[in-house]
């Protein structure tokens, strides 16, 4: 056995030491884990320095899919950038939109129309409940295989994933570039009929939530795999910033829908699920809980939708139609992979632009735990780690 | 023998459908104009520069699983032989295999404390 | 109890497997079956005419000028009296698009006052070179006659979000043409800015 | 000589059936996970799909040979075919019906045995002649595992062999044909054993759960990373062969081979065989992977000690159960 | 006749790879080598008509063995970087003693006195074994178990040595300047 790995066993690796640190003779074998791999959601590399099959030092590499969104954001005008961060997490755009848009609303001390703001909780959550289904999907993909189990799963939450990209083109008519957000509400009103479909879907999906934990939690090479793998305790994720279900799989009862209520939410309850153990089994059941929870909430918004107009002001006929001279703000929610904010210092060039716009993305703070957990876990420990820390590379990049 | 030679015919026919595969390959498949590139024939280690070869060291407990695997099966051939006889020799020969399984067992009751079964 | 468990839970996940191979499969053979669409599905473009057999364009620019990634160029050709009805109006002389670049976020739909730009509902409209995705006013134009134009139309989208009308959930065929001739969009009062401070 | 000639006609046949069977076991398999993902499967080439595996093979005989520059050549080449061979081999003692049997050696089972032994070499071959990571790794891991599993294999094997008092496949399945089916009666050490049997099966042929050497998602390709054309299909026909193969030996040892109601014959164990290759997909595309050493765990602590105790279970049976005899 | 002709292909591929095995460079090669040297006298086996024996030799010397010898060349070494390479150091002496031993076995054939002339081959199968085995060796038969245990023993040992009787250095106390690369 190694130095090295006798230390990752200790969990002594310290990831800001170089691996000649605890491998002088460099008896490990490096391992180029990505970017053209199977399971690194997009494009992911690591650096894998294994003994045997044990991972003894990771090391995450960043920026292949870096597509300068900040700076674009920089350039557009306000009302253009709304269909700019769709393209961030591709999994859940609606999300992206959201926060980009009640930052500028924030700044600009806009009220928005009680209508607008349930309708955008009935977006958020039917997001959180698709973003929360491909996850599951892929997941099991890593631990399953793509000639295996596991794509069986996956093409069974992309089915019931499909069914609400359905609602969002009949609301939209898109079913990724949704651009529905502007600033002060929302840009598509509910069609007619389209609550009823929404209900439909959403009792779809409840009856199979079942099947998917014969086929994963419930299941006991599931519950092999990832139990104990990966633990994250509740410290350390909060020292790298890691937010929502990660962060509340390692014990910390901290959601923004309840802790800072935007939209609806504060005329809403929000049941917060919550692990202890930290490792991947309770990241996979808390968005197993998050997915009941969200078709919880879809199904009260639906109840309780008020009528009345869903934009604050007259729709944008140019583009220069915002204007902000100054000033800064950063808003955050509740995205489905953590809290996802947007930071902007207006006043640039013009009033129509954003001087500074930052977006502050929760995969890339689940990516720095990278190091402190791959050690000691195998090469397919890796993959389930990874895959419980659902990034979305889009996001991580920007 | 007879049957042996039937086997063998059977190898040999297995053996001509691999290598007729590959003999239809030669004559079916596209040839690249150029040269193989530097690029094509590199080993592939996701997209990345390969980091050395590799062919590097294992892990001992593969040798002892492999270890363990022989003395198994070292075991099991000389339970077919009383597999095959076990009709006809009665309880005597019953028994002479119970303690000779026992006695091994003994032994992957030791691995199994020692914990030599694991495998990490 | 270990290996029951794996057993049974094992048990389970075929029984799960095996229902789902007697339920109806979810693939639409596409190019052989295309699903029905969203009334307000956006794919491609088209350039509307007017109840004259006109081009409805003025060449007011306004979405060339929201468009994120700037796909639309244009060229205006002034005013000029129109062949059927003898009256003055403003003409697009050139209009480009480029598909392969636009995301269609239906932010020139929204903004255009003349109803002159829709978005269609079919995608399919593949191409071998990217120069083939860049499509001008003939091919936009010939869009509109021959493809099912969305429910969106600049003056719906701006209406639906001032709440003056509640959406209509039937599509109509065709967007409703204009009867009167739009003025020049540079006169057109500028639009309130929403709350900023200048 | 006569036996070469009629090892190779019966060959030729049994061969041919089985590179057919496959075939269209692998178009079933197809549709079948494609229903169980609510998807349709191959529908385009040839009346709904049928056509597929041969299009598929067709296209991958016509792609470029490409070797890796640092691999070994020889190796590299020679792997594949020894793949196909291994896989095949078993086959030759394996009695489709009566007379259906290439090679009825009076070791047939150990026959049986030795070659499935012999698939670590081409697999360890191909992992360590394509000089990549992945594949050695693949490789390294599918030896350890089929070397493990072998044991509980060897060790269930025996269980028809002591219940028979014979090794020659047709003199068992004749037993069983006589008596009872081994999965059937006696059932303690039978129905278990055949489970157990089964499980090994899915590990030496790498199905999921147990599909360690090319778990894609981990490995990309296993062993396979850096194959391409045709050896690429000689192993993915190996695999299959391998499972097929497999299928038919647990028909014969376990299920009574060509016996069954109405009329014995070549039907029962063709319907036999495809009902086990159609549960082995079941299980394939239902299930995740285990982890290697969950896969060694299962083995060495729980498949061994429970085939041991199998066996003395079938010995106990021979001995003392009135009528066994 | 045809039956000499198989035995001649059958010993020259024995001796033939034999000799691979010894003068290869390549460990893993030699190691395939050896299958194939094992292969080749299980073909002899069966064409004794000692069909046990033949499997046999195939399952565990080629299933088994050859595959201890790869884990053991993989494990041996770490070459990272070049091809696995063993040149024979004692070539004069291992071709002495190959000699020496191949003297003796043919003397000792030649000298015994029951192979003169044609001698009838009795069939031995695993019932025959089975029956010497458990009625007239079953002595010998419970001794294996207890070497195969002491096998055992010594593998448990060989892979506890390997995880805790390496002498480890102690690590010195990190230091921060040492950044990763």
Not at chain 2, 76 to 91: H, Y
Request: neutral net charge; aromatic residues 8%.
């Amino acid at each position: 056995m190694t130095e090295g790995l006798q230390s990752a066993r200790r969990g002594a690796i310290d990831p800001h030491l170089s691996i000649r640190h605890y491998d002088a003779d460099a008896d490990l074998m490096l391992l180029h884990f990505g970017p053209q791999h199977p399971s690194t959601h997009g494009v992911f590399r690591m650096d894998l320095y294994l003994d045997g099959e044990v991972i003894v030092k990771a090391t995450p590499f960043l920026g292949y899919l870096h597509r300068g969104v900040e700076k674009l954001c920089e350039k557009l005008t306000y009302v253009q950038q709304t269909p700019v961060v769709d393209k961030n997490d591709y999994v859940s755009p609606m999300i992206n939109e959201q926060a980009l848009n009640m930052a500028f609303e924030k700044l600009l001390k806009l009220e928005v129309p009680r209508r607008a703001r349930w309708l955008r909780t009935l977006l958020a959550e039917l997001q959180r409940l698709a973003s929360h289904l491909l996850w599951l999907g892929t997941f099991t993909l890593d631990l399953g295989g793509a000639l295996g189990g596991g794509s069986t799963l996956f093409l069974h939450c992309f089915r019931e994933r499909e069914l609400i990209l359905d609602l969002f083109e009949e609301l939209t008519g898109s079913r990724f570039h949704y651009n529905t957000h502007t600033i002060g509400g929302n840009r598509h009103d509910l069609p007619a009929g389209l609550a009823a479909k929404v209900e439909v879907a959403l009792a779809a999906i409840a009856a199979r939530l079942g099947e998917y934990e014969d086929l994963s939690l419930g299941h006991a090479i599931f519950q092999a795999r990832t139990k104990g793998v990966g633990t994250l305790d509740s410290d350390l994720a909060l020292e790298l910033g890691i937010t929502g279900p990660i962060l509340r799989a390692s014990g910390v009862d901290h959601d923004l829908r309840r802790d800072a209520p935007y939209h609806a939410y504060d005329e809403l309850t929000v049941n917060v699920a919550t692990e202890h153990a930290g490792d991947c089994f309770a990241r996979a059941s808390v968005r197993f809980a998050e997915m009941r929870e969200s078709i919880r909430l879809c199904r009260a918004v639906l109840e309780g939708l008020p009528e009345g107009p869903i934009a604050a002001s007259k729709a944008v006929r140019l583009p220069t139609a915002v204007k902000i001279a100054s000033g800064q703000v950063y808003v955050g929610i509740e995205g489905p992979r953590g809290e996802i904010g947007t930071f902007v210092i207006a006043g640039g060039d013009t009033p129509t632009t954003p001087y500074r716009l930052k977006i502050r993305a929760p995969s890339m703070h689940a990516l720095a735990a990278i190091p402190y957990v791959m050690p000691g876990a195998t090469l397919s420990d890796a993959v389930a780690i990874l895959g419980s820390l659902d990034p979305i590379m889009g996001e991580v990049d920007r | 023998m007879t049957a042996w030679l039937s086997a063998l015919s059977f190898l040999v026919v297995s053996t001509l459908v691999g290598a007729g595969m590959l003999v239809a390959a030669r004559i079916l498949r596209v040839r690249a104009r150029a040269a193989a590139s530097e690029l094509k024939t590199r080993t592939y280690e996701c997209g990345e520069e390969p980091a050395g070869m590799a062919w590097m060291q294992f892990h001992a407990r593969y040798y002892v699983v492999a270890l363990f695997f022989v003395v198994f099966d070292v075991e099991a051939v000389f339970l077919f032989p009383w597999a095959v006889v076990l009709r006809e020799l009665g309880v005597g020969a019953f028994i002479a295999a119970v303690g000779f399984v026992l006695v091994l067992m003994l032994g992957w009751l030791y691995a199994l404390k020692k914990e030599a079964l694991q495998w990490q | 109890m270990g290996v029951f468990s794996y057993w049974i839970d094992t048990a389970r996940a075929l029984r799960t497997t095996l229902r789902n191979a007697f339920r109806p499969p979810t693939t639409v053979e596409f190019p052989a079956v295309i699903r029905p669409r969203a009334e307000r599905y956006r794919a491609s473009f088209a350039l509307v005419d007017d109840e004259n057999g006109e081009c409805a364009c003025v060449a007011c620019q306004a979405c060339e000028k929201i468009c994120p990634s700037q796909v639309i160029k244009m060229k205006s050709g002034g005013k000029r009296e129109s062949p059927v009805t003898g009256k003055k109006r403003a003409y697009a002389d050139e209009f480009v698009l480029d598909l392969s670049a636009c995301m269609q976020c239906e932010l020139c739909v929204q903004v255009c006052n003349n109803d002159a730009i829709v978005m269609i509902r079919e995608p399919e409209e593949p191409a071998y070179t990217r120069a083939d995705l860049v499509f001008d006013m003939a091919h936009l134009r010939d869009n509109a006659h021959t493809k099912t134009a969305t429910w969106a139309n600049g003056t719906r989208l701006q209406e639906m979000q001032e709440g003056k009308k509640v959406p209509k959930a039937k599509p109509e065929p065709k967007p409703e043409p204009k009867p009167e001739p739009k003025p020049e969009p540079k006169a057109e009062p500028k639009p309130p800015t929403e709350g900023g401070t200048p | 000589m006569s036996g070469l000639v009629h090892g190779a006609q019966y060959a030729v046949m049994i061969v041919s059936s089985l590179l057919a069977v496959i075939a269209i076991g692998i178009w079933f398999e197809r549709k079948f996970a494609g229903r169980m993902q609510s998807r349709l499967g191959p529908t385009i080439v040839g009346p709904v799909g049928l056509l597929q595996p041969l299009a598929d093979v067709v296209k991958l005989l016509q792609k470029e040979d490409i070797v890796p520059k640092d691999a070994d050549r020889a190796l590299f080449d020679l792997a594949p075919l020894l793949a196909v061979l291994f896989s095949l081999g078993a086959a030759a003692v394996v009695p489709f019906s009566p007379t259906a049997v290439a090679a009825d050696l009076d070791i047939g089972v150990l026959f049986i045995l030795a070659i499935g032994a012999l698939m670590v070499i081409p697999t360890f071959a191909a992992g360590w002649a394509s000089n990549n990571k992945f594949a050695l790794l693949g490789g390294m891991r599918a030896v350890a595992q089929s070397v493990s599993y072998a044991v509980p294999l060897v060790l269930v094997v025996m269980v028809p062999v002591i219940l028979s008092g014979s090794m020659r496949v047709s003199e068992i399945v004749t037993f069983q044909s006589e008596h009872h089916w081994f999965a059937v009666w006696p059932i303690i050490p039978g129905l278990p054993a055949f489970a157990l049997f089964f499980i090994a099966m899915l590990a030496e042929s790498n199905r999921i759960p147990f599909d360690i050497p090319e778990a894609e998602s981990e490995l990309v390709a296993g062993i396979t990373t850096e194959y391409t054309g045709a050896k690429f299909v000689l192993f993915y026909m190996a695999e299959y062969v391998h499972t097929l193969v497999g299928s038919a030996v647990g028909a014969a040892l376990f299920l009574g081979g060509w016996d069954g109601p109405f009329k014995p014959g070549l039907h029962w164990m063709v319907l036999k065989t495809l009902l086990l290759f159609t549960a082995v997909y079941w299980v394939r595309w239902t299930l995740l992977r285990f982890r290697s050493d969950q896969l060694m765990d299962l083995c060495w602590k729980r498949l061994v000690p429970i085939a041991v105790g199998l066996v003395f279970l079938a010995a106990a049976w021979v001995q003392f159960v009135p009528g066994a005899r | 006749m045809s039956a000499s002709i198989g035995f001649g292909f059958v010993a020259a591929c024995a001796v033939l790879s034999a000799l691979f095995v010894v003068r290869v460079k390549n460990l893993v090669h030699a190691a395939l080598w050896l299958g194939v040297t094992l292969i080749a006298t299980a073909g002899l086996y069966a064409m004794l008509d000692a069909s046990f024996l033949a499997g046999v030799q195939v399952l565990l010397y080629v299933g088994g063995v050859s595959v201890l010898m790869i884990f053991g060349v993989m494990i041996t070494r770490k070459h990272d970087g070049l091809v696995v390479e063993a040149e024979s150091t004692s070539g004069p002496r291992g071709v002495f003693a190959a000699v020496g031993l191949f003297a003796v076995l043919a003397t000792s054939i030649v000298m015994t006195p029951e192979l003169d002339g044609a001698v009838a081959v009795e069939t031995v199968t695993a019932r025959h074994l089975g029956r010497s085995l458990l009625v007239d060796h079953v002595l010998a038969f419970e001794v294996v178990s207890l070497l195969l245990l002491i096998a055992i023993i010594g593998a448990v040992v060989l892979a506890r040595r390997r995880d805790h009787g390496v002498e480890r250095k102690e690590l010195p106390a990190p230091r921060r300047e040492e950044v990763s690369s």
